[in-house]
């Protein structure tokens, strides 16, 4: 695993402001097979880890059922606003985070997009993001995320994930987050071991797509 | 073009019951009798209120505890905690204006910050400015870039019978329902 946070590589560069709504259309095939899944479920419940997106949930009301939204990377940040840098490794509790962040019941969601939330996320949210992810989503349940590869560097822009058709997203760049580590496959691995199956696809941007089913 | 600011009121005009006079014709085209009758019309009037404009509006600096109710639009700028039945009306919530409470009313816009389920028989409009903790329950919703959203929406195909039942009694010859098709209207920043 490369890091980012705490270097002097991460912390000396300004967090890239890319001017927003220039919009970059990219083909995802991970995508592509989590929509494949999804039409198999009848009033499928989703949930969306990422910024609130019209498109998104005008694509995924399509289906028929609920669709839940919860910024899981704002939450992190307002709740380690009130710590100093250095201290939100050791001070941000997980089991207080998660008393109020994906706080549903077992077996709730259909389907998860993750997007490429452990990326940006603190460290000592990731793990306990994904068990709770495990534990929400139903078993055969379906979860899509993204990851850098290592060509990516610090000044990768965070991106805001939108739908725009089956096979297409649309990546609206924001300047809020900066990237905090890569993963390779073996952590990928080793962070969806509760999954039944993992599925790898790489893409041409640096951007390795992971279906995980539950 | 889809955009209002954020202090913008809702401005509704409910339309004569029953045929009549244009409310705001020319005076010069008009008789004595009534251009009288006209002016009364603007005026605020107990009597003849079909005419004007109804928009209850409520400041910042009002606090409400308990149930908030009523029969007409609502700009809502104060706080409240409690619940908030408009049932057939609109209501806009300013961008000062923080609510705990659960909302019922045919047409909900947020500008402020709200912490509770909200329950539209026609339509929600998140604004930029928006942050909403609740689920959504709707016919149509139309979400602004910024505007944050945590909980669940529940596109209703068709309005809920009781909130369905509530916006047909407003009036049978003004109401339009909303389309039966779900929609989500995709809005950006300028």
């Known amino acids: 695993m490369r890091w980012f946070r705490g270097t002097d590589e991460a912390q000396d560069k300004p967090v890239t402001k890319s001017s927003a709504h220039q919009r970059i259309s990219r083909h995802s ?6 929509t494949r899944t999804l039409a198999g479920y009848k009033n499928p419940s989703v949930l ?10 005008s694509f995924l009301t399509g289906y028929g059922g609920r669709v839940y939204n919860e910024d899981i990377l704002r939450a992190a940040r307002e709740a380690a606003s009130g710590l100093k840098q250095g201290e939100v490794a050791e001070s941000l509790d997980p089991q207080s985070f998660f008393i109020e962040n994906l706080a549903h019941p077992e077996h709730r969601f259909d389907a998860i997009l993750c997007w490429d939330i452990p990326d940006y996320l603190h460290e000592a949210l990731v793990k306990p993001m994904v068990e709770r992810i495990s534990t929400i989503l139903k078993p055969g349940g379906v979860m899509l995320a993204f990851f850098h590869t290592k060509d990516a560097g610090p000044d990768s822009p965070y991106c805001r994930y939108h739908i725009g058709q089956r096979e297409i ?3 609206e760049p924001a300047p809020d987050f900066r990237l905090q580590r890569i993963f390779n496959n073996r952590h990928i691995e080793n962070l969806f071991k509760e999954f039944s199956s993992l599925k790898f696809f790489l893409a041409r941007d640096n951007i390795r797509e992971v279906l995980a089913v539950r | 073009m889809w955009k209002s600011r954020p202090d913008d009121k809702p401005v509704t005009e409910r339309p004569s019951p029953q045929p009549g006079p244009a409310p705001f014709a020319n005076p010069a085209s008009v008789s004595p009798a009534s251009l009288s009758k006209d002016t009364r019309a603007a005026e605020p009037s107990k009597t003849n209120d079909t005419f004007r404009v109804e928009v209850a509006h409520i400041g910042k600096s009002v606090k409400v505890k308990g149930e908030l109710s009523g029969s007409e639009d609502l700009y809502f700028d104060g706080e409240v905690e409690g619940s908030v039945d408009l049932c057939e009306h609109t209501l806009t919530v300013g961008p000062n204006g923080r609510i705990r409470a659960n909302i019922l009313a045919r047409e909900i816009i947020v500008h402020g910050k709200i912490e509770g389920n909200l329950r539209a028989s026609e339509k929600v409009e998140l604004k930029k400015s928006c942050v909403l903790t609740g689920d959504i329950s709707t016919q149509r919703i139309v979400i602004e870039d910024g505007a944050f959203f945590r909980g669940a929406i529940d596109i209703q195909k068709d309005g809920k ?3 369905k039942k509530a916006a047909i009694a407003v009036s049978a010859d003004t109401t339009a329902m909303a389309a039966s098709s779900p929609q989500v209207s995709l809005l950006h920043d300028e």
């Open chain 1, 29 to 34: 095939t991970g995508f592509t097979e989590f």
């Open chain 1, 48 to 57: 969306d880890l990422g910024p609130t997106s019209s498109a998104n949930i």
């Open chain 1, 169 to 171: 997203l649309e990546l």
């Open chain 2, 161 to 163: 019978p009781e909130l």
